[in-house]
């Protein structure tokens, strides 16, 4: 699953506690519906943590197609990379769930990080962990085939929310359409749907209602450069 990096592919390390607690502190608690695109710059740039609900950054190719360049799930940002560059970028956090967000000012965020050497610190380390994980979903997707580059996208979304079993059924704790599965994997929908159907006429997925289920025995080839994918464990 991962090629260089110890970071998952497309799905973030959950933030630190001691990041946490700034956004515990300052931030206000607010419902966004599916849809909403973040703000990242201007006087109205927000620092936002998700309790609740899903969110991805996106980006349209030169073929104006969509692109996920990552999946937030819960316990994950948006825009605290940004926030300290302030550079201008092609991409967007998009809210693809009605979610739940603790929001802060761009300001008081860049105050609190900037406090002590140590929330500085810690921040540096939360922000090259999310740029590998951007690295690794790249290079998946450059790399690997279609079916690989799937498997390895739903082990780093289930790994998420509890440890991938591998001789037991795996559910997609996050309920997500073809299309949006495509835009991660870099694919059309026909090709990713072709392929989860190829999984449960062999008997190695199923669907229950929208959820997608994934036996775990199709994880176990999957690559990972540490080498310590032990086949009886559950962790890569």
């Known amino acids: ?87 201008r970028m092609c991409l967007k956090g998009e809210i693809l769930r009605d979610s739940t967000l603790i929001i802060l000012k761009r300001k008081i965020w860049e105050e609190q990080v900037m406090k002590s050497v140590a929330t500085l610190s810690c921040y540096v380390r939360n922000a090259i962990s999310k740029e590998e994980s951007h690295m690794e979903g790249m290079i998946a997707n450059s790399t690997l ?51 989860i159907s190829d999984w449960i006429k062999d008997g190695n997925a199923q669907k229950k209602g929208r959820q997608l289920l994934i036996y775990g025995r199709l994880f176990q080839n999957l690559y990972d450069w540490s080498c310590s994918f032990d086949k009886s464990s559950s962790n890569p």
């Open 145 to 195: 085939e279609l079916p690989e580059r799937i498997l390895s996208f739903s082990y780093a979304l289930i790994n998420a929310y509890y440890p991938p079993k591998l001789e037991d059924w795996n559910p997609l704790p996050v309920t997500l359409t073809l299309t949006e599965i495509s835009r991660v994997v870099a694919a059309n929908r026909t090709s990713v749907s072709l392929i």
């Open 1 to 87: 699953m991962r090629q260089v990096f110890y970071s998952s592919p497309w799905i973030h390390e959950p933030e630190p506690e001691e990041l946490f607690r700034i956004y515990a502190a300052y931030g206000e608690r607010i419902k966004v519906k599916a849809g909403v695109d973040l703000p990242y710059s201007g006087e109205d740039a927000l620092v936002c943590y998700l309790e609740k609900g899903l969110g991805a950054f996106s980006y349209l190719d030169k073929s104006g197609h969509k692109n996920y360049f990552a999946i937030i799930v819960p316990k994950r940002t948006f825009g605290d990379l940004v926030s300290l560059t302030q550079n």
